[in-house]
C-alpha cells in the first residue's frame, strides 16, 4: 500500500518539529518520493547521518509501505 503525501508529511514533521518538507511524487503512484526536508536538527550531521534520521522518521515502512524516498536532508542556513 503506498504512502499518502500527508503520511510522509506527518511522519517527517513528528520527527523534526521545525521541518518544512517539499514532497515530489515522482511516479504519480504514492509509492516512489523525493523529500526535501530543512530541519535545524540537521546541524552537524554527516549527509549519512541525514539520511539515516529521516529514514528512521518513517518507522520501518520504508521499503514496505512506501517503495522508495529520496531525501535531500538540509539545514535552513544550506537553503538561506
Same mark, same amino acid.
Given at each position: 500500500?503506498?504512502?499518502?503525501?500527508?503520511?510522509?508529511?506527518?511522519?517527517?514533521?513528528?520527527?523534526?518539529?521545525?521541518?518544512?518538507?517539499? @514532497?515530489?511524487?515522482?511516479? &504519480?503512484?504514492?509509492? %516512489?518520493? /523525493?523529500?526535501?526536508?530543512?530541519?535545524?536538527?540537521? !546541524?552537524?550531521?554527516?549527509?549519512?547521518?541525514?539520511?539515516?534520521?529521516?529514514?528512521?522518521? @518513517?518507522?520501518?515502512?520504508? &521499503?514496505?509501505?512506501? %517503495?522508495? /524516498?529520496?531525501?535531500?536532508?538540509?539545514?535552513?542556513? !544550506?537553503?538561506?
Amino acid at each position: 500500500m503506498p504512502m499518502s503525501a500527508e503520511e510522509l508529511r506527518a511522519h517527517l514533521t513528528e520527527a523534526f518539529p521545525d521541518a518544512v518538507v517539499d @514532497l515530489n511524487d515522482t511516479a &504519480g503512484d504514492e509509492d %516512489h518520493w /523525493v523529500a526535501v526536508v530543512i530541519s535545524s536538527a540537521f !546541524e552537524g550531521m554527516s549527509r549519512v547521518n541525514r539520511y539515516r534520521a529521516c529514514n528512521a522518521a @518513517l518507522k520501518g515502512k520504508l &521499503g514496505t509501505v512506501v %517503495h522508495s /524516498v529520496s531525501f535531500d536532508a538540509k539545514t535552513p542556513t !544550506e537553503v538561506a
